[in-house]
């Protein structure tokens, strides 16, 4: 029983999942309520178009990969039960987690408590739904998740059109677990696929994959409204501009490449970023094209710093030091023009909070000079550590790396670099 698996939900996801484990040489069951579909993966087609892998469900049907009629057959002679089911947008545009829910509840009918079977949850459900959802309806159903049956989300990242060598091939396998032997078992399960494992929180798990369609769903909203502003303005080679665009070489090099963009910190600063996107903006908007995504991103950057005063601001007394590490926009510059530091020290000021030395490795005398704020500079890190309750790291310098283990202080890594 322990290699079994039972795959319920036989769409994209579910079929792949399934023919990618019996090709790993697991007994899959395969379970769906569509008896149409069903009925054309016995005879080995594939109910969607996917390249070559018809042949692989041919090689692996009533070999490695069965297809039940009797759910229970399968739940009874399986260890681990892989949910591959719909979770279509429902009302308010809410996930509708019915489909789930129902397929859960038939599960459980078949589960007995003692055997530990592993729920894992492949379908998409957002942030929170296995731990605040699932979770309290399984123990509803008269089991303890952790005692009777494991519990866990592994959020799914293949392509269709390349759904065979993403899920084969996988960059990377996410384990939202509940604990950490449900999350051991199902690690021993993919250790054959090679690829990083990484077991996470219930809510990490799932919110990673909407990390992941969100930024591409915004990077294409983003190119669209990039491609109404260039319309407006006219003479522009859209196509050629994008094909521009992709040689940057941050899509692809160090030091600067583009996952160091798609990162939090505490928002963007520096001569161009903010100039820049403000100025096409108010050009669009003169045109008469309300760039709203531009306008977001304009917004969201004056957010992210009042989100950050305001969440340091309840950890802190004002009677405390508060020590500033980092002055320029970026590491490894010197430039301080429309730095976040500059905000943060203001609106601590502000509110109160006198008590703020500062330290940069490069940028402390061009802060000075430019803006003549009533504050103490450090000479280094030391001085600064000495001095200081609580240290804000507003620029994400290496040099600041190394801070981490120091116990009596109130850390704010505001780069998320420790
Ligand atoms: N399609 C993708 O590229 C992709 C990629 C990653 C994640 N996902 C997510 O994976 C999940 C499944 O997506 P899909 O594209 O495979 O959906 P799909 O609609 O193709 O397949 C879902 C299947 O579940 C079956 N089903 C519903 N209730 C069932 C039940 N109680 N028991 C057994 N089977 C049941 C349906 O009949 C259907 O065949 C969704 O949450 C989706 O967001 C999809």
């Not at 018809?54 to 090689?59: A, R």
């Amino acid at each position: 029983m322990i290699n079994k698996i039972t795959v319920m939900g036989l769409g994209f996801v579910g079929l792949t999942t399934a023919l990618g484990f019996s090709e790993k040489g697991y007994k899959v069951y395969g379970y769906d309520i569509n008896c149409e579909k069903v009925e054309k993966i016995k005879n080995g087609i594939l109910p969607f178009y996917e390249k070559s892998m018809e042949e692989i469900l041919k090689k692996n049907i009533n070999n490695n990969f069965l297809l039940v009629d009797s759910l229970k057959e399968a739940v009874e002679n399986s260890k681990f039960i892989f949910f591959c089911v719909g979770t279509p947008c429902g009302e308010g545009g809410k996930a509708e987690l019915t489909y789930l829910i129902n397929a859960i509840k038939e599960t459980l009918k078949y589960v007995k408590k003692g055997q530990y079977k592993i729920l894992i949850i492949k379908s998409t459900v957002p942030p929170s739904t296995t731990k605040n959802r699932v979770k309290p309806f399984i123990e509803e159903c008269g089991f303890i998740v952790g005692e009777d049956v494991g519990l866990a989300n592994n959020p799914e990242f293949l392509r269709e059109g390349c759904a065979w060598d993403d899920f084969i091939n996988p960059d990377r396998i996410v384990i939202g677990q509940s604990d950490e032997n449900t999350g051991r078992y199902i690690e021993e399960i993919y250790k054959c696929f090679n690829a990083p494992i990484y077991k996470v929180s219930l809510n990490t798990g799932e919110f990673v994959k909407y990390l992941s369609n969100t930024l591409l769903s915004t990077m294409i909203s983003f190119s669209n409204e990039m491609s109404m502003i260039a319309c407006e303005v006219g003479d522009i080679n859209i196509k050629e501009a994008f094909k521009l665009l992709h040689i940057d070489k941050r899509w692809f090099g160090e030091p600067a490449k583009m996952s160091t963009y798609v990162y939090p910190g505490c928002g963007f600063g520096g001569y161009c970023l903010p100039k820049d996107t403000q100025a096409i903006y108010s050009l669009s908007k003169g045109n008469g094209f309300e760039a709203k995504i531009l306008r977001s991103v304009l917004d969201v950057n004056n957010d992210i710093k009042y989100y950050l005063v305001n969440k340091v601001l309840k950890e802190v007394k004002s009677s405390e030091y508060i020590g500033i590490l980092g002055l320029s926009f970026k590491p490894n510059s010197d430039d301080i023009r429309e730095t976040p530091a500059k905000f943060f020290i203001e609106e601590l000021i502000k509110r109160g909070h006198y008590n703020i030395i500062a330290y940069d490795p490069l940028a402390i005398d061009n802060f000075k000079k430019s803006y003549d704020l009533p504050i103490k500079y450090a000479k280094d890190l030391e001085e600064i550590m000495n001095k200081a309750e609580n240290i804000i790291i507003l620029t994400a310098w290496n040099e600041f790396k190394n801070i981490s283990n120091i116990e009596d202080k109130k850390i704010f890594d505001l780069r998320y670099m420790l």
